[in-house]
């Protein structure tokens, strides 16, 4: 195959489902499917589609979503409606038990809201990994691409944090059928924390999450450093805390040896990464300091260990930050070169801010409360919990 400055180009499979760019969490929430849809639009107008095969699938069916979630769970997101929800009667009751809805009548502000097409758009989000994961068993794709996916909150009987069905769990349960051991990796600003637990006493899956931990930051109290897993999972659930502010340089920092080191003590025949944007700069919910070429140096390099490689979205809280980000991760992926100037195309007023550039600066003067002694201590546990694992 072509060369190219990333090496070697790789067989890229990509969903998308234009199903999913209509579904409105409600007006004012934070959470903007439309933001794969200006990703998409952003990835066709660089002419990135002709690089890559079109995943076609299904929506996800209740059996392959009951793989991890409780059935009752998966009756309730099938049945619930925004008017069923609003009658206040025994399936607002059933919903706020699976905590969907809102907790006080009139609370607008609710993250897990009983959305009009919700079983549709979670079926489709989750039969994007699903056919993922499946392009990656089968070696039809070296790299499989879902920017819908990596709802990493979602548990096995309740919503969370905007994730409903948990679609990377479903697609790890898929990638086991035929790897031995896959590894996870999850640079959201948010910790991973139902990947985590449901694979929190497995030897066959390693989750890693670097994620943001101050001070009543979602979701609280996970995601420690001294959290390693428990059981056959001992030491294979890693977890890098971070204060506010950390720019490309202090993250590459963790990283690079960190995982390095996971590579090294884990071995794994597979990598999923969950991609989720709002640890970039400027984000409405992330208070990081990373830009796009630093979020997608990560990107880049799991890719350098030539396994196969699923590619989730997540948070991302700033759209037009978000969808940048996520095209030039699919050019990486691709491994091929864009422009930095931003094709005319159909959302591209939403870039007139960035000045029509792919790459927008960083926030300047932001205080990075990394401290190296805080950096270094990070290191030091997560480097020595590794050491666990060496053979
Ligand atoms: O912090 C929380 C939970 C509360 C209760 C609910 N209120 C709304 C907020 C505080 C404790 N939730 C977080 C959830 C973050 C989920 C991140 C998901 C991902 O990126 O990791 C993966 C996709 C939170 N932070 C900010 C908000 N919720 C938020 C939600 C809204 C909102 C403003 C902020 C929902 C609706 C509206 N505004 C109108
Ligand atoms: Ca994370
Ligand atoms: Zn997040």
């Given at each position: 195959s072509q060369s190219?400055?990333?090496?070697?180009?790789?067989?890229?499979?990509?969903?998308?489902?234009?199903?999913?760019?209509?579904?409105?969490?409600?007006?004012?929430?934070?959470?903007?499917?439309?933001?794969?849809?200006?990703?998409?639009?952003?990835?066709?107008?660089?002419?990135?589609?002709?690089?890559?095969?079109?995943?076609?699938?299904?929506?996800?069916?209740?059996?392959?979503?009951?793989?991890?979630?409780?059935?009752?769970?998966?009756?309730?997101?099938?049945?619930?409606?925004p008017e069923g929800f609003a009658a206040g009667g025994e399936m607002t009751h059933a919903a706020k038990g699976f905590n969907v809805g809102a907790f006080a009548k009139d609370d607008r502000s609710v993250d897990n809201p009983p959305i009009a097409g919700l079983w549709d758009y979670c079926r489709r989000y989750a039969g994007g990994s699903l056919?993922?994961?499946?392009?990656?068993?089968?070696?039809?794709?070296?790299?499989?691409?879902?920017?819908?996916?990596?709802?990493?909150?979602?548990?096995?009987?309740?919503?969370?944090?905007?994730?409903?069905?948990n679609d990377i769990v479903v697609a790890i349960h898929e990638l086991l059928g035929r790897f031995r051991r896959v590894l996870y990796v999850d640079i959201d600003v948010h910790h991973g924390d139902g990947v985590e637990?449901?694979?929190?006493?497995?030897?066959?899956?390693?989750?890693?999450?670097?994620?943001?931990?101050?001070?009543?930051?979602?979701?609280?109290g996970k995601g420690l450093v001294e959290h390693v897993g428990v059981g056959d999972g001992?030491?294979?659930?890693?977890?890098?805390?971070?204060?506010?502010?950390?720019?490309?340089?202090?993250?590459?920092?963790?990283?690079?040896?960190?995982?390095?080191?996971?590579?090294?003590?884990?071995?794994?025949?597979?990598?999923?990464?969950?991609?989720?944007?709002?640890?970039?700069?400027?984000?409405?919910?992330?208070?990081?300091?990373?830009?796009?070429?630093?979020?997608?140096?990560?990107?880049?390099?799991?890719?350098?260990?030539?396994?196969?490689?699923?590619?989730?979205?997540?948070?991302?809280?700033?759209?037009?930050?978000?969808?940048a980000c996520w095209c030039y991760e699919t050019a990486v992926a691709i491994g091929k070169e864009i422009d930095d100037a931003i094709p005319v195309h159909c959302y591209d007023s939403y870039y007139r801010s960035q000045g029509y550039k792919l790459h927008y600066p960083v926030a300047k003067g932001i205080k990075n409360d990394n401290t190296d002694f805080h950096v270094t201590r990070t290191m030091s546990i997560v480097m020595r919990n590794l050491t666990h694992l060496e053979a």
């Open positions: 190219c400055p990333d090496g070697p180009k790789r067989r890229v499979c990509y969903y998308y489902d234009r199903g999913i760019a209509g579904v409105d969490y409600g007006e004012d929430h934070v959470m903007v499917p439309r933001r794969v849809d200006m990703a998409h639009a952003l990835i066709r107008s660089y002419g990135l589609l002709g690089d890559m095969a079109r995943l076609r699938t299904r929506p996800a069916t209740a059996d392959e979503i009951s793989s991890f979630h409780d059935e009752g769970y998966v009756g309730l997101l099938r049945d619930v409606t056919a993922a994961a499946r392009a990656l068993v089968s070696g039809e794709a070296e790299i499989a691409i879902n920017w819908s996916g990596g709802l990493h909150h979602a548990c096995r009987e309740r919503a969370s944090g905007f994730c409903y069905v637990t449901a694979f929190i006493d497995s030897a066959r899956v390693m989750t890693v999450s670097f994620h943001q931990r101050t001070k009543n930051f979602f979701p609280d001992q030491y294979r659930a890693v977890n890098v805390p971070l204060n506010e502010g950390m720019d490309d340089q202090g993250y590459h920092g963790l990283f690079r040896p960190i995982m390095a080191k996971v590579m090294e003590v884990f071995q794994p025949e597979a990598i999923v990464m969950q991609c989720g944007g709002d640890s970039l700069s400027g984000d409405r919910l992330g208070n990081q300091n990373l830009s796009i070429a630093g979020h997608a140096q990560c990107v880049r390099f799991m890719r350098s260990y030539n396994l196969p490689l699923l590619l989730l979205g997540g948070g991302g809280y700033t759209v037009n930050h978000v969808a």
